[in-house]
C-alpha cells in the first residue's frame, strides 16, 4: 500500500531533450547550466523522501513535465497539445512549468503551470505562483535578531544604477510610453509594467530624502546575481549581499526583471523583513500563509510616500513584535517558502485534481 506522505510522479519530455530539469527533478535528467554566483546547489539536507518517480504514467499521482517552457509560442506549440493529451488519456494532473523571468507571458492550458513571474490580473484559475530556487542563507544558523533603534535602517545591495548610455536611454523611452498610456487612459495598473530598475531607483530616491528613515545601500551599475554580468569579485559581491541584508532591519524588495523578487525571500532567509513594493504580484501560498506577519507591503502608487510608511510602521512594532517578526520570516521561508519546502507542500495538493481551464 502507498505511503499517504509519498507523491508518486512520472515524467514526460516533450522540449528539447538538452534542456536543463527543473531544480525539483535535476537528479532525474539534464545537467543543470551554469548556477549564478549568488545561488547554490541543492544542500545536502534537500531531501525530497515524499517524491518518488514512477516509470509508467498509470502508476503516478501526478505526471510532470521536467523541462520549462521558455516562451509564448512554446506555450501554445505541440509540446502544449501533448501535455493536455496525456493528461486526458490518464485523467491524471499534469504538471508543467514557465521557466523565464518573463513567465506570466506564458500561458498553457489543461495543465497545472508554476511560474515565478505572475500579474494577478493576468492569471489564470490553472496557474500557480511559483517560489525560485535561491539559496538558504540561513540555514544551519540562528537568526541574528536585531533590535529597535532611532530609526529604521533599509537596506538594499544591487543593480539600479546604468552600465552605458544606451541602457539609459532605453529605460527613460520605455518609462516615458508606460507613463503617457497610464495618463491616457487614467489606469495606473499600466505603470506596473516598468522595470524593476526604476522601483528600486525610485523606492531608494524617496527614501533616501527622509530623515526619518537610514539608508543602508550599495548600488552596482551591473547585475551582480551572474558570474557573465558582475563587475564586482563574485566572493565579495556575495559576502557583501548578505551582509548589508544583515545589517538592516528591512530589506528593499521590488520587482526584477519579471514579476517578483529573488532578493525577497534571499531576505526572509535570514530572518529579515522584506518591503515589497507590490506591483499586482500574486505570492506563492498566499491563501493560507499570512504574509502580513512577517513582510511590509506598499502599493506601487504608494512608492512616494514610503518614506512615511517605513517610519510608522515601525513605530508601531515594541521590542517583542519586532523580534518575533524576524523570527515569522525565517520560519516561513523554512517552512513553506523554501524551494524543497514548497514542492512538498503543493504537489500533493495537486493528486487527483485535474485544473479548472478547459482541456
Sequence with gaps: MRSMHVVHVSLVRTLDAKRAYVRLLRAYGATAMQEAILYKENESSWATPWLAVTEHHVDADVIIAPQPFRSPQEGLGDAAVKL???????????????????????????????????????????????????????????????????????????????????????????????????????????????????????????????????TNFIVRDSFGGNVATTKVDPARAREEYIQNMLDSDFVLAPKGDGNYSARFY??????????????????PLEDTLDYSKFILRVPHTEVHRLGEIVHDYYATLTDESFAEMQRAARKAFAEHLRYDRFFAEVLPTLKGKMPPASL
Design 84 to 214: 493536455r493529451d496525456i493528461a486526458v488519456e490518464y485523467g491524471k494532473p499534469v504538471v508543467a512549468f514557465a521557466g523565464t523571468d518573463l513567465s506570466h507571458r506564458i500561458h498553457v492550458k489543461g495543465v497545472w503551470l508554476f511560474m515565478a513571474s505572475m500579474y494577478k490580473r493576468l492569471k489564470k484559475d490553472n496557474e500557480i505562483a511559483l517560489v525560485p530556487y535561491i539559496a538558504d542563507m540561513g540555514e544551519g544558523k540562528e537568526v541574528l535578531i536585531r533590535k529597535k533603534s532611532a530609526k529604521p535602517v533599509v537596506g538594499f545591495c544591487g543593480y539600479a544604477g546604468f552600465p552605458n548610455t544606451k541602457t539609459k536611454v532605453r529605460y527613460w523611452v520605455k518609462n516615458f510610453l508606460l507613463d503617457a498610456l497610464a495618463f491616457i487612459t487614467r489606469d495606473a495598473h499600466h505603470l506596473v509594467y516598468k522595470r524593476g530598475i526604476y522601483f528600486r531607483r525610485w523606492a531608494m530616491e524617496v527614501l533616501g530624502r527622509d530623515a526619518r528613515v537610514q
Design 266 to 283: 534571499e531576505a526572509l532567509s535570514l530572518g529579515r523583513i522584506p518591503i515589497l513594493i507590490d506591483t499586482d504580484m500574486a505570492l
